[in-house]
């Protein structure tokens, strides 16, 4: 019925004033925290950074063999099986067994439930390939294996990326997948482009070893230079604690010799370390490397048992806190490297803002004018409805803080399309009615009534349309669905609760005339 209780127009009255209110706030400040919403500006209109970085997959794979060596080696070991000759070279791993053993070894890494050697029953194939050669046994990834070593090499490094980024406060970045080894990052309104990409160019491995002069070191010997690239120290292989020990890194003032410095803590295990470490090699130097490079080498002069220390290398203020940035969001696992780097500068974003807004107005104003010539009082209902919707539709986006793009306001128009065409549909419908009934009230209900399952079931297909581009989408794609999803919503509840009741008061108020429509 056209009929509306008075709690039913307070409530549709409440809601729109509500988001109204909500919308505002991007054209107004306001001190109230819930109303201090904004929606964010994506990349094409805010301007900002956007890179493209490829992982170096070559060290993961290379760390994996390492590590598979051992495995293989002591899991053997415990079959009484001794394995010969074991070593890595171009991505595989030979060794060689007695005779009587090479069978278990094949059966061993063929086995579907192998210890070692995982099976992907999705793609009927294991992890490793193992071949017969003249030197015994060489062992390398299967396809498969390799994708899957990449996959997790890249989810590892998506999650590292995202926490340095946000640690730099870049609002909403937008950090997504490309193949099995690349890394999309979009960045609107980024103030330093070049910190960022210094973040993400580095690998921020650490580690802390003993320097040494002996050659013959039992975990082996590396030089390595310090960060000045001139000087360089013999440092063990040996690795006390790493990165992976840290809890916190934060930087800091240093009071007594007027410097920055880096003050860190250490887990539980990594404090045990460090502190037997420290205790045992009072009078060493305990060389601080960062990426293969030595920060600093300071002299150990007592023992550090409290699980805390600090990292001093002549260190700025900024430098300090990127530092801190690297060691608390954890080493990548494996390096980064910028492939493609593009910048969207404010005034380019500013042009596509006010095309989008011309467009916008200019569609509006089309379709304001066409409803008010065809329909007269209802097509003024039409864009009062309409202007209120658009309120609603910026209402939830702010209420969310989403991101709107370009594709997003093609969205916002396309919402404004979709409510006029609806309307039309009930107004057709109605002048369909009224050809057979002379009660206009009856005719109006009857009309709003018969054009719903068109209208419903349009905007439901839409719906599905949206919800398709989200999942399957990505980026600006991702945004158009965005409003276009909200956007259906505020439609339907425009045409049928607002419009509704405006169409309702007035044909109330006119029921006796010949021809409303």
């Known amino acids: 019925m056209l009929y509306f209780s008075k709690l039913r127009i307070l409530l549709v009255t409440l809601f729109s004033l509500l988001f109204i209110l909500i919308a505002s706030s991007n ?30 997959n070559a060290p993961v794979v290379e760390q994996k063999l390492q590590n598979l060596t051992a495995t293989i080696k002591n899991y053997f070991k415990d079959k009484n099986i001794r394995i010969n000759n074991i070593k ?19 059966d061993t890494f063929a086995d579907v439930d192998s210890d070692i050697n995982p099976y992907y029953p999705r793609f009927k194939s294991h992890q490793l390939v193992l071949e ?8 390398s990834f299967s396809k498969q294996g390799l994708i899957s070593l990449k996959t997790s090499s890249q989810d590892q490094a998506i999650e590292i990326v995202r926490r340095r980024i946000d640690e730099v406060g870049t609002n909403e970045p937008n950090i997504l997948k490309r193949g099995n080894n690349r890394i999309l990052v979009e960045l609107p309104g980024l103030d330093d482009p070049m910190r960022v990409k210094s973040l993400l160019g580095k690998t921020a491995n650490l580690t802390f070893r003993f320097v040494t002069n002996n050659e013959n070191e039992n975990f082996g010997v590396e030089k390595l230079k310090y960060e000045n690239g001139i000087e360089e120290a013999s440092v063990s292989k040996r690795i006390i604690i790493s990165g992976d020990n840290l809890l916190d890194a934060q930087p800091q003032m240093d009071t007594q010799n007027n410097q920055t410095i880096v003050s860190f803590s250490l ?8 502190g037997r470490a420290t205790s045992t090699g009072i009078g060493k130097q305990l060389a601080i490397v960062l990426d293969g490079q030595i920060i600093s080498a300071p002299v150990i002069r007592d023992t550090i048992a409290s699980g805390s220390g600090q990292i001093s290398g002549g260190f700025t203020f900024q430098s300090a806190t990127d530092l801190a940035l690297l060691l ?7 390096p980064l490297n910028i492939i493609e780097e593009r910048t969207v500068g404010p005034d380019l974003g500013q042009d596509s803002i006010n095309a989008g807004m011309i467009a916008l107005a200019i569609g509006f104003l089309l379709v304001i004018l066409f409803m008010f010539i065809k329909y007269k009082v209802f097509g003024l209902i039409t864009n009062v409805t309409l202007i209120i919707n658009l309120f609603i539709l910026l209402g939830i986006l702010t209420l969310f803080e989403a991101t709107l793009t370009l594709p997003g306001i093609a969205g916002i128009i ?7 065409d609806a309307n039309v549909l009930i107004f057709e419908r109605i002048k369909e009615e009224l050809k057979d009934e002379k009660n206009n009230i009856i005719a109006f209900d009857t009309g709003y009534i018969k054009s719903r399952t068109a209208i419903i079931d349009a905007n439901i297909t839409t719906l599905l349309a949206a919800v398709i581009l989200f999942f399957m989408g990505s980026g600006p794609v991702k945004g158009f669905s965005v409003t276009l999803g909200i956007g259906i919503f505020t439609t339907l509840f425009s045409v049928y609760f607002i419009a509704r009741l ?10 006796d005339k010949e021809k409303l429509i």
Do not use: C, H, W
Not at 132 to 139: D, L, P, S
């Open 267 to 274: 887990d539980r295990v990594g404090a045990k370390r460090f």
């Open 88 to 106: 890595i070279e171009d991505q595989n791993i030979f060794f060689n067994v007695e005779d009587q053993s090479k069978q278990l070894i094949i």
């Open 27 to 56: 054209l107004f400040k306001v001190d109230d925290s819930f109303f201090d919403k904004k929606i964010n500006l994506g990349l094409d209109l805010q301007g900002g950074s956007y890179l493209l970085l490829e992982i170096d």
């Open 328 to 334: 608390r969001s954890g080493a990548l696992p494996a």
């Open 414 to 420: 396309l919402t404004v399309g979709m409510a006029v």
């Open 132 to 139: 017969e050669t003249e030197v015994n046994f060489r062992v």
């Open 502 to 511: 405006f169409t309702s008061i007035y044909v109330s108020r006119n029921r």
